[in-house]
């Protein structure tokens, strides 16, 4: 079945980073889009960034752009999200995502949780002092 595991969460200080994994299992990554979404705390699930598949279109939110950057290797079934310059508003649980329809793109408007089907269990990440 299709299956998505992220990792890589913890507590960092500010200005720290943290890389995060995302593994999928039970369908073929290279033909999908995987996005990164966060929750805080009383706050709504909220979109960070999608990489397509062949890396065609690549988009992050205002909020992380500059300091976040999405990669994948299909050869190993895996994305990743390299976080640097972390600031304590990006505190949250962090989740992998992906829709399962071929060669989706990646754009500002539908990088949004109702249009996403299968949703990893989620990695903390904290930033504090």
């Known amino acids: 079945q299709v299956q998505l595991v992220e990792s890589g969460g913890g507590l960092v200080k500010p200005g720290g980073s943290l890389r995060l994994s995302c593994a999928a299992s039970?369908?073929?990554?290279?033909?999908?889009?995987i996005g990164w979404f966060r929750q805080a705390p009383g706050k709504e699930r909220e979109g960070v960034s999608c990489?397509?598949?062949?890396?065609?279109?690549?988009t992050y939110s205002d909020s992380v752009k500059g300091r976040f950057t999405i990669s994948r290797d299909d050869a190993k079934n895996m994305v990743y999200l390299q976080m640097n310059s972390l600031k304590a508003e990006d505190t949250a649980i962090y989740y992998c995502?992906?829709?399962?329809?071929?060669?989706?793109?990646?754009?500002?408007?539908?990088?949004?949780?109702?249009?996403?089907?299968?949703w990893g269990q989620g990695t903390q990440v904290t930033v504090s002092s």
């Open positions: 039970g369908f073929t990554l290279d033909l999908y889009r």
């Open positions: 995502a992906t829709d399962l329809l071929k060669a989706g793109r990646c754009t500002r408007s539908n990088n949004r949780v109702p249009l996403y089907r299968y």
């Open positions: 990489v397509s598949a062949s890396n065609n279109t690549i």
